[in-house]
């Protein structure tokens, strides 16, 4: 099974900082790695697909990228409403795998 | 306007069933894989099960195969979920979801707890 090894669990970043979370496959997932918010309560939020394709109606303050097998969620300048868990989602082979989540706070 | 509306959520005895429904809408049901995944309280999101568009083949993670069983109903645009020799572990939020796509959708999200 592919792993998907998450960082950091948890940020605390100001408003306007620029934000990195990564995710490291296991083994090669080309670019079948999804982006996921989730508030509070709610169902998650797909951010970015495809490693680097922004989702429809999100922001562009947020990107993604691919390195080999290590792939990162930036957000560009940190705003008021994108505090959540932030996760990773591998969607090359099954069983498919999420990273553990990334808890994002506004010091 | 895509919707993804679950149910059959509840309080079970640990070892019983219990089967979960989600009616969609807003799409052709019968052109996409569809997904579910849940989320114990407090806890991250973990894949439950996939099935591919017409039924053919379906995925599970060890956690639940053998226990668990996605089937689908195309003409009635319905997804369906059947747990069987349910267990404390299972206890959690189960979302209705077409992913892996551009276009990615979620339903509301169904208690499940097992408990006795």
């Given at each position: 099974d592919i792993q998907m090894t998450q960082s950091p669990a948890s940020l605390s970043a100001s408003l306007e900082e620029i934000v990195t979370i990564t995710c490291q496959a296991s083994q090669d997932i080309g670019n079948w790695l999804a982006w996921y918010q989730q508030k509070p309560g709610k169902s998650p939020q797909l951010l970015?697909?495809?490693?680097?394709s922004l989702a429809d109606?999100?922001?562009?303050?947020f990107s993604g990228s691919r390195s080999g097998t290590q792939y990162s969620l930036k957000i560009s300048r940190l705003q008021v409403e994108d505090p959540g868990i932030y996760y990773c989602l591998q969607?090359?082979?099954?069983?498919f795998t999420f990273g553990s989540g990334t808890k994002l706070e506004i010091k | 306007e895509v919707q993804l509306v679950e149910s059959g959520g509840g309080l079970v005895q640990p070892g019983r069933s219990l089967k979960l429904s989600c009616v969609a809408s807003?799409?052709?049901?019968?052109n996409y894989w569809m997904t579910w995944i849940r989320q114990a309280p407090g806890k991250g999101l973990e894949w439950v099960a996939s099935i591919t568009n017409t039924g053919g083949s379906t995925y599970y993670p060890d956690s639940v195969k053998g226990r668990f069983t996605i089937s689908r109903d195309n003409a009635k645009s319905t997804l369906y979920l059947q747990m069987n020799s349910?267990?404390?572990?299972?206890?959690a939020t189960y979302y209705c979801t077409r992913i892996l796509g551009a276009q990615d959708y979620w339903g509301q999200g169904v208690m499940v707890t097992v408990s006795s």
């Amino acid at each position: 099974d592919i792993q998907m090894t998450q960082s950091p669990a948890s940020l605390s970043a100001s408003l306007e900082e620029i934000v990195t979370i990564t995710c490291q496959a296991s083994q090669d997932i080309g670019n079948w790695l999804a982006w996921y918010q989730q508030k509070p309560g709610k169902s998650p939020q797909l951010l970015i697909y495809g490693a680097t394709s922004l989702a429809d109606g999100v922001p562009s303050r947020f990107s993604g990228s691919r390195s080999g097998t290590q792939y990162s969620l930036k957000i560009s300048r940190l705003q008021v409403e994108d505090p959540g868990i932030y996760y990773c989602l591998q969607g090359y082979s099954a069983p498919f795998t999420f990273g553990s989540g990334t808890k994002l706070e506004i010091k | 306007e895509v919707q993804l509306v679950e149910s059959g959520g509840g309080l079970v005895q640990p070892g019983r069933s219990l089967k979960l429904s989600c009616v969609a809408s807003g799409f052709t049901f019968n052109n996409y894989w569809m997904t579910w995944i849940r989320q114990a309280p407090g806890k991250g999101l973990e894949w439950v099960a996939s099935i591919t568009n017409t039924g053919g083949s379906t995925y599970y993670p060890d956690s639940v195969k053998g226990r668990f069983t996605i089937s689908r109903d195309n003409a009635k645009s319905t997804l369906y979920l059947q747990m069987n020799s349910l267990r404390s572990e299972d206890t959690a939020t189960y979302y209705c979801t077409r992913i892996l796509g551009a276009q990615d959708y979620w339903g509301q999200g169904v208690m499940v707890t097992v408990s006795s």
